[in-house]
Nanobody, 115 residues
């Protein structure tokens, strides 16, 4: 059994910053990919950023140059640093952990960007 828990969301003004954390625990031998998605009300879930094999970073065009993903491989934790936040970044942010054939999701953390 694998557990995935996100934290770090909150309310921030436009232009502000937040750092999200995602911790994976349980029966884990090797994590292939850890990534972030988001889902706004009335919209489909969209991919935001991912880290493959602990070092290859990828970003959606909408967040490139504003968001940064990093990973603590020793603790199976992935972070998402979000700078210059915009109202359109408002969403529930969810973490996905890929272990072989299996995907594990957290419950998500709410990010609201508003003045």
């Amino acid at each position: 059994q694998v557990q995935v828990v996100e934290s770090g969301g909150g309310l921030v003004q436009p232009g502000g910053s937040l750092r999200l954390s995602c911790a994976a625990s349980g029966r884990i031998f090797s994590i292939d990919t850890m990534g972030w998605y988001r889902q706004a009300p009335g919209r489909e879930r969209e991919w935001v950023a991912g880290m493959v094999a602990g070092r290859h970073e990828k970003y959606a065009d909408s967040v490139k140059d504003r968001f940064s993903i990093s990973r603590d491989n020793n603790r199976n934790v992935v972070y998402l640093r979000m700078d210059n936040l915009k109202p359109e970044d408002t969403a529930v942010y969810l973490c996905k952990v890929v272990l072989g054939r299996w995907d594990y999701w957290g419950q998500g953390t709410q990010v609201t960007v508003s003045s």
